[in-house]
């Protein structure tokens, strides 16, 4: 059966129609995973099942059938290669994990499920989400579906590929340094990173876990809101920081502004809202075309009724090394459980015990994966402990400060999500450095803990989209969201598509 | 500061990583270009700063939770080692460690 429009629906009007009962889950389930063969080119998928899709689409179709109404019920999703599952492989885009079977599910792919939402496979990352560009993928770099040419950003670069190309109408990604905003941001879409702590890390192929959050990738906010709803949420038992707070609805009040919109249009929706400007996300570093989006953005808001105040986050420079000792820290401590034992790559040939963990992980493991195994190794080593892990630490928690003593000057601070638009793929592999000087505007946020996301904003350089970052305080997810529906009832940005993918 | 070969070679050790010669040399650069960013943090006086581990801890506590010692999961030693290099009568096997 085949309806030419149906993938350009996304998450809202796709329930609708399911609720209506004018299309069935098995009708868009089985549109979509032929799309998603159509398109294998684009890199966005590593694994497809269309067996067990389908299975959870009839099972949605009959709980539709017998009158039962959820906001997710039958919706298609695909899910990041990070998030373990039982119905298909895990690699975490790593040939460390190549035919890896997880014995269980993730908590959010868990719950996602339980509303009803069917998987239709994972997709593409960075190989344990440590990337930019999608490039670090052992398996294959996903393309751009705005230029496929250039990078879709990373590390959860499949899934903003495979939303931004029309090949499914939201997916999950993970967010340790910026691995949701960015590559949301490089594709023009819209993606929310929580709090840290909102969504359960159960089932997360860990990289840094002081910092690894899970959050939704979709074309709009309010579709975002309706996924996290679902995916947020206490996990007690199951993840040892998990934050113990209630899960909230968050879209039912975006669906009422809409129609409070509709039938009072012009008013200042924003009237009361402060958006912090920090002069460290503005200066020269940033891209002449991107300053542009972000700017004519940031008008946008001021026509709604926002003002805007200027702040200072003194050490975002500081994020970076901060971040970049962390991150591989943990990260050398999490990935020393590949050993070539239990799960994972061993090497055919070794000649005893320690040969075999030395063979198996310098095979299994990816550059840029090695690379950070060595620098957090060396920061965690006896004597540069303090000099190093220590003091990021303490630097961290004065950048989370720095927020604080903004969030008293304003409500939510805005600004770019990267210095520049989409680059060219192996445009930056030689240079490592200057790829985590990219992250300057995300790492942060992280580091600090607080909920983020890209919203589009227009176009820079080249064409290519840009993103506008929103930054809330400690659990503000509902505001953020909030804010973005209104920008996004008064523009169109989230609605364009690339012109290869837009019929 | 700067790392030397012989840092390299130390630091892989203990990461259980082989590394030849060519990517000694390579991994050598790379972590000394690296650390060149580090520097700037040395320039911060964070006397008397608390180390922060869980970042929402600067809003609320959060204390560290405790389950109950039991037994909670099921069975599930098939599925756990469908994915292990090898397996022999439910045991995983390893290359032989004493002599």
């Known amino acids: 059966m085949s309806h030419p429009s149906l993938h350009q629906l996304g998450v809202a009007e796709l329930a609708a129609k399911l609720a209506a009962r004018e299309i069935s889950s098995t009708d868009i389930t089985r549109h979509l995973l032929a799309r998603a063969q159509a398109h294998e080119d684009l890199g966005a998928y590593l694994a497809l099942n269309e067996e067990a899709a389908l299975a959870q689409a009839q099972a949605a179709d009959a709980r539709l059938a017998a009158g039962e109404r959820s906001p997710l019920l039958g919706v298609p999703l695909a899910h990041k290669d990070i998030f373990v599952t039982r119905d298909l492989p895990t690699t975490a885009g790593s040939r460390m994990l190549e035919g890896y079977r997880s014995p269980f599910d993730a908590t959010v792919v868990a719950k996602l499920a339980q509303a009803g939402m069917v998987n239709l496979g994972k997709l593409n990352c960075d190989e344990f989400a440590m990337g930019s560009g999608n490039d670090n993928s052992a398996y294959a770099p996903a393309h751009n579906p705005w230029d496929r040419s250039r990078i879709p950003g990373g590390s959860s670069g499949g899934s903003a590929a495979a939303v931004a190309a029309r090949l499914v109408p939201a997916a999950t990604g993970t967010d340790t340094g910026g691995s949701i905003r960015q590559p949301a941001s490089l594709t023009g879409i819209t993606g929310i990173k929580p709090t840290y702590g909102r969504c359960s890390r159960y089932g997360m192929v860990a990289f840094a876990s002081s910092l690894d959050q899970a959050g939704p990738m979709a074309r709009s906010a309010l579709d975002c809101a309706l996924l996290l709803s679902a995916m947020a949420g206490p996990d007690l038992d199951r993840d040892s920081t998990s934050l113990d707070h209630p899960a909230e609805d968050y879209a039912s009040e975006l669906i009422a502004e809409t129609s409070r919109k509709s039938s009072a249009d012009g008013q200042e929706s924003l009237k009361n809202l402060r958006i912090g400007l920090p002069k460290e996300f503005f200066g020269d570093g940033c891209a002449p075309g991107v300053q542009a989006a972000v700017r004519a953005a940031l008008a946008e808001f001021e026509k709604l009724g926002a003002t805007l105040v200027d702040i200072s986050l003194p050490r975002t420079e500081l994020s970076i090394p901060v971040y970049y000792i962390i991150a591989p820290a943990e990260a050398s401590s999490n990935l020393s459980r590949f050993d070539g034992v239990k799960f994972g790559h061993r090497a055919a040939q070794y000649t005893d015990l320690a040969d075999m963990y030395k063979k198996s992980r310098a095979e299994g493991f990816g550059p840029e994966v090695q690379k950070r195994i060595m620098i957090g190794t060396y920061v965690l080593s006896h004597g540069y402990y303090d000099a190093y892990y220590l003091k990021a630490q303490q630097i961290r928690r004065l950048i989370a400060q720095d927020f604080q003593q903004a969030f008293t000057q304003c409500d939510v601070i805005a600004g770019p999500v990267s210095p520049t638009v989409a680059w060219k793929i192996g445009e930056k592999s030689d240079d490592p450095v200057a790829n985590y000087l990219a992250d300057i505007y995300t790492l942060s946020t992280s580091l600090a803990g607080l909920p983020g996301m890209s919203i589009p904003a227009g176009f820079g350089e080249h064409g290519m989209p840009v993103g506008l970052q929103l930054i809330g305080n400690y659990f503000k997810e509902a505001q953020l969201l909030g804010v973005a529906h209104q920008f996004q009832l008064a523009t169109d940005w989230h609605t364009r598509a690339p012109q290869e993918f837009s019929a | ?99």
Request: glycine share 4%; no cysteine; aromatic share 4%.
């Open chain 2, 1 to 99: 500061m700067s790392l030397t070969p012989q840092d390299i070679t130390r630091i892989a050790n203990l990461a259980r990583l082989e590394l030849d010669a060519p990517h000694a040399e390579r991994m050598l650069q790379q972590l000394n270009g690296f650390f060149d960013i580090v520097e700037q943090m040395n320039a911060v006086d964070t006397t008397g700063v608390e180390p922060l581990a869980h970042p929402t801890a600067v809003m609320e506590r959060v204390a560290l939770r405790l389950r109950d010692d039991v037994a909670s999961e099921p069975n599930q030693r098939e599925a756990n080692q469908q994915s292990a290099p090898a397996v022999e009568r439910g045991l995983f096997l390893v290359p032989k460690v004493i002599e």
